[in-house]
């Protein structure tokens, strides 16, 4: 085996290092002994012994240089310069085959003479060989000791014209402009391309220098006419200038990279030396300088402090140009921009706060209080115990002498700050309050929204390690507002997700912790940050969702929906003068009638807040604008015929839905509590003739409302000959028990009473009053248990037209925290047992048909 000492080539591995020349023994040929292929006196043996190439292939009137380093390939060389110095040049398929046999090496190849043989001291040989003529093997006479072949000589056609030398044109061109690329060509071979005037020597000898895969040099030698050979080899040529002059480019972009920012470097180094020259500090100097003022000026605490005067010592003794040194400026710019010690002062004055909250919320008592009971708190701390004087303007002194604690307590800390939680439905003003409150207080408020956050390090931050890393939202907040006792509101907090990055609640769990907030760490900072004085607020519709653990460390504030007089009196008050203003009316140019306000209220809104109120009082005030814009009036008075007029027929009716679905013996009228407040709950009941006393239920009940439907039924079976209850009727009929509404899932116990009062109207045939509503847990013995959310209920009641309710004896306590206004217009039976449901509920024996006496609400 052969290999080039091209640089080019791969070399093999029988291919040892060249030697020098003194160690070389230099063997000079008589090359007037060696045919020529342009003597006619070329004959070519019977058998022709064959040497194998490795990723290499020698052309015609070419030289080239070839290592031998193989035992039989050594024995090749000897027994063939011992005779007529001829040898076929063929290449293996397979550059990586050591010893390639017949069937592993091409059909053509170079018929060459050996001009000079080098032998080294390690024993391989160095030849010259200049390549005579194209061959074709015809057939291989033997393998051993080494190849030899019968062979023909196979000529290539040459064409002359003016396509073969505009060919060699572009090849010459080519070849150049390949040169200009690659240094290590020498000029010479540049000097004898441009002047060879025979189109093969020209083909053979560029081939020759230029990388060239094995495949395409093969290619190149197998064509028969030099045309061919000639645009093949321009087609290759241009490839390798094209991946030549894109490697140029990046190159010279990298350099110029390079170069740039060398030349930054030393323009700073010469701008360094100018400074010192004329006594002046240099940017980073100054800079350094900058962040030690704002370290002194923060009023950090002593951690904080420290960790920045360690980064800030760092940040000195980087070089500008560093990675780390903009990753530490960075981490200094946050830290110091931290409202370490700026505060607002509290407004303790408990009238402006009581009159700011009624200014903007209309009823929200509990809430209300309940600010007014932490400014008073305040207020009394700050002149009774001067060590924990709260941060406030205090109006007035109240002549009380000031006390100093008994004792000292060690574990826990004097709270400033408080955690409160809105719960209730949409619309009712809670994420409004947080705003009120602030406002109330003299402090600053901001909004953070948690619906939807699932990284854990949104609330904590990143550490950081990570490029881009920021603290989280609550750090960011108080850069933001540039004090550290804001009111922040975390609104929907109950929306929070959870997913493989973490989860954020239990993230929240330091932050609204009184007992651990004062010692806030975030990933980012990596220093503590006293939380305590912030005021956070946080709202949710409904508890739920909220982890029992988050939920223990705040204080749950229920806001429950708003009764049809607030409504009217917070559209007078509040909705309506703003859609008047937000569609370019005057006020007086329309007036919304108390008519008008409970026509909308009644019959085009039933929600527990007022959101949609005030889009339906936009929708009337948009369409008083537009009459007004066209010239058809100039005053609108909005009564109940005028919101007809300007509405449309009403999408709801008041209280004709429950009159209508209650009219017929076996649907009872139930009071439920969403997400969305309180809300009323048909439950329907069927008797098919022809069963067996089988008993179903549907409606997409949960587990609990389920064993409620099944405790219910088996309480009615054990009736039987109380309320004109038959075994027959069980005997004779299935009993199909159905919560419309299918599409929503329900669950939970309070529909207990209300089913079985639907069960005991469809066999009895006594239909059940359409002016009641019920709620209660049923036991199978007969009771009536309490049950959740009653306040949210009564109000759906009443919202509904209802004006008789049925509750739980056990819940008389909970009618305390209904408005004044609820109590009065509604009649509450307060039942003990499930007899006490069925004689409130049901119609009279005597007249289960004509239904003269219902009762009807307005």
């Not at 350099?255 to 030349?263: D, G």
Request: aromatic share 6%.
């Amino acid at each position: 085996m052969t290999d080039p000492n091209d640089r080019n080539k791969q070399a093999p591995d029988d291919v040892t290092p060249t030697v020098t020349f003194e160690e070389e023994q230099d063997v000079q040929l008589n090359t007037a002994e060696v045919p020529s292929a342009q003597e006619g006196s070329l004959k070519i043996p019977d058998e022709l012994p064959i040497l194998p190439l490795r990723g290499l292939v020698v052309y015609p009137q070419t030289a080239m240089p070839l290592n031998v380093g193989q035992p039989r390939s050594i024995r090749l060389v000897d027994d063939v310069v011992a005779g007529d110095r001829l040898i076929g040049l063929i290449a293996a398929k397979n550059p990586e085959q050591e010893t390639p046999g017949p069937d592993e090496i091409y059909q053509y190849g170079t018929l060459a003479a050996i001009h000079r043989l080098f032998r080294a001291p390690d024993g391989t040989i160095r030849l010259l060989v200049q390549g005579l003529a194209r061959i074709r093997v015809d057939s291989y006479a033997t393998t051993e000791p080494y190849l030899k072949a019968k062979v023909s000589a196979v000529p290539e056609t040459v064409e002359k014209g003016q396509e073969v030398e505009a060919l060699m044109r572009i090849v010459v061109t080519q070849f150049q402009r390949l040169a200009e690329l690659v240094p290590s060509i020498p000029n010479e071979l540049i000097t004898s391309a441009v002047n060879v005037e025979e189109p093969m020597q020209l083909v053979y000898a560029v081939a020759t220098y230029i990388r060239i895969s094995l495949d395409d040099a093969q290619r190149i030698l197998e064509i028969d006419n030099v045309t061919d050979k000639l645009r093949m080899l321009m087609t290759i040529l241009k490839k390798e200038l094209d991946v030549l002059e894109l490697g140029r480019k990046i190159q010279t972009e990298a350099q110029t990279e390079i170069e740039k920012v060398q030349r930054e470097y030393f323009l700073r180094e010469q701008m360094k030396a100018i400074r010192r020259e004329l006594g002046e500090e240099d940017e980073q100097a100054v800079e350094v300088e900058e962040f030690q003022k704002k370290i002194e000026a923060a009023q950090m605490s002593d951690e904080a402090r420290k960790e920045a005067e360690r980064e800030l010592d760092r940040l000195s003794k980087l070089p500008t140009a560093a990675a780390e040194y903009g990753v530490i400026r960075t981490y200094l710019d946050w830290l110091t921009s931290l409202p370490w010690a700026k505060r607002t002062d509290d407004n303790l004055d408990i009238k402006h706060a009581r009159k700011v909250l009624n200014e903007d919320h209309y009823g929200l008592k509990d809430v209300k209080d309940r600010i007014i009971e932490f400014l008073a708190v305040r207020r009394l701390r700050a002149a009774r115990y001067p060590k924990i004087k709260a941060k406030g303007k205090e109006p007035g002194k109240n002549g009380a002498k000031a006390a100093k604690p008994e004792k000292q307590d060690y574990v826990r800390r004097e709270r400033e700050g408080a955690i409160l939680c809105f719960v209730g439905p949409p619309g009712v003003g809670k994420t409004s309050l947080g705003s009120s409150i602030a406002r109330a207080m003299g402090r600053k408020f901001i909004r953070m929204s948690l619906g939807g956050v699932r990284d854990e390090a949104e609330i904590r931050g990143f550490r950081r390690t990570y490029i881009g890393a920021m603290p989280g939202r609550v750090i960011q907040t108080l850069r933001r507002i540039e004090t550290r006792n804001p009111v922040i509101m975390l609104d929907e907090i109950d929306k929070l997700g959870r997913d493989f990055r973490g989860d954020p609640a239990a993230a929240l769990l330091e932050v609204l912790d009184p007992e651990q907030n004062h010692e806030f760490r975030d990933h980012y900072l990596d220093t503590a940050f006293d939380l305590s004085e912030v005021m956070f607020i946080t709202t949710a519709n409904e508890l739920d969702p909220i982890p029992g653990p988050l939920l223990d460390r705040m204080e749950i504030i229920p806001l429950s929906g708003y009764t049809e007089q607030e409504k009217v009196e917070i559209a007078r008050s509040y909705l309506v003068p703003r859609q008047i203003k937000e569609n370019g009316l005057l006020g007086s140019e329309v007036q919304f009638t108390t008519e008008g306000l409970q026509l909308l209220v009644r019959d085009y809104t039933r929600e527990a807040g007022v959101r949609n109120l005030e889009r339906v009082i936009g929708s009337a005030a948009r369409k008083v604008a537009t009459r007004i814009a066209e010239g058809d009036t100039k005053k609108v008075r909005v009564t109940g015929n005028m919101v007809r007029t300007l509405l449309g027929k009403p999408r709801f009716g008041y209280h004709d839905e429950i009159s209508e679905r209650t009219d017929r013996p076996g649907v009872a009228t139930g009071l439920s509590v969403t997400a969305f407040g309180g809300d009323v709950l048909f439950v329907e009941a069927t008797g098919l003739v022809g069963g067996k006393g089988s008993f179903q239920y549907t409606g997409q009940l949960g587990e609990v409302m389920q064993e409620s439907a099944r405790a219910a039924f088996s309480y009615v079976r054990s009736k039987v000959g109380d309320y004109g209850i038959t075994t027959e009727y069980f005997e004779k009929h299935d009993i199909h028990l159905h919560v419309p509404a299918g599409a929503v899932p329900k669950d939970g116990p309070s529909a207990g009473v209300t089913m079985a009062t639907a069960l005991v109207s469809l066999i009895s045939g006594r239909p059940i009053k359409s002016n009641v509503a019920m709620t209660g847990e049923i036991t199978l013995r007969g009771q009536v248990l309490p049950v959740g959310g009653i306040k949210d209920k009564v109000l759906a009641a009443h919202r509904f037209g209802v004006d008789t309710v049925i509750l739980p004896r056990r819940n008389e306590i909970d009618l305390d925290d209904l408005p004044e206004d609820v109590r009065t217009a509604l009649k509450f039976v307060l039942a003990e047992k499930v007899e006490d449901v069925l004689d409130n509920a049901l119609e009279p024996a005597a007249k289960p048909a004509t239904r003269a006496a219902k009762s009807k609400v307005h």
